[in-house]
């Protein structure tokens, strides 16, 4: 099932209500970034609040080890509410410790010694993304989703809107975002529990 939006404020409202639902969503958006990163522009996206939600992504979707860490992708000017860090970190780099009022909050994004290797996003950077965080903020209180990379193990990134689907397709994920676009699956995937 494709639904097509009219505006990128309404497909964030859409992807805050499957991630407020316990479910993943892949984000496929404009060019590819460059790196090893995912920086919201071929992303798999959750809730970070839910303890559960790294094992099933590790698990399910990715199809990899269960100790492997998922970023958290974080507002730029509530980073440091939840981070220890003071300064952007648009490329996700380097760890950061995550605040110790804060660490219960953000479980799916919290290493074993408490620290996280996030992203921070202005509007300048990433309007779409930005506008998603604010939205999941306005509806959960907390500005941080979780994000890791579009592929499955031992695969690239996907790189055009045809790898995107089939990768959606061959996977758990219940909704693929790829603007003006959201496509969901007619037998959808329990949610995250």
Same mark, same amino acid.
Request: net charge neutral; aromatic share 8%; with cysteine.
């Given at each position: ?11 964030? +409202?859409?992807? @805050?209500? *499957? /991630?407020?639902? #316990? ?8 060019? =590819?970034? &460059? ?34 860490? +998922?970023?958290? @992708?974080? *507002? /730029?000017?509530? #980073? ?8 952007? =970190?648009? &490329? ?7 605040r ?24 300048a ?6 506008? *998603? /965080? ?26 055009t ?23 969901r ?9």
């Amino acid at each position: 099932m494709v639904e097509r939006t009219d505006e990128a404020r309404d497909l964030c +409202l859409r992807v @805050v209500d *499957l /991630l407020c639902d #316990a479910k993943v969503v892949g984000l496929y958006q404009g060019r =590819s970034e &460059f790196g090893p990163r995912a920086l919201g522009h071929r992303s798999i996206l959750g809730d970070p609040r839910n303890e559960r939600m790294r094992d099933w992504i590790n698990a399910e979707v990715k199809q990899r080890e269960w100790f492997r860490p +998922l970023a958290p @992708v974080v *507002l /730029l000017d509530r #980073a440091d509410a939840y981070f220890g860090i003071h300064r952007p =970190s648009p &490329f996700m780099q380097f760890a950061a410790p995550v605040r110790q009022d804060a660490a219960p909050l953000v479980p799916a994004v919290t290493h074993v010694d408490l620290t996280a290797r996030l992203q921070t996003v202005s509007s300048a950077d990433d309007p779409l993304l930005w506008t *998603l /965080l604010n939205a999941f903020e306005a509806r959960t209180g907390v500005p941080v989703l979780l994000n890791t990379s579009f592929n499955r193990k031992e695969e690239p990134i996907v790189e055009t809107p045809a790898e995107a689907i089939e990768t959606f397709r061959r996977t758990p994920m219940h909704a693929l975002a790829m603007p003006p676009y959201l496509v969901r699956k007619r037998v959808e995937p329990p949610a995250v529990a």
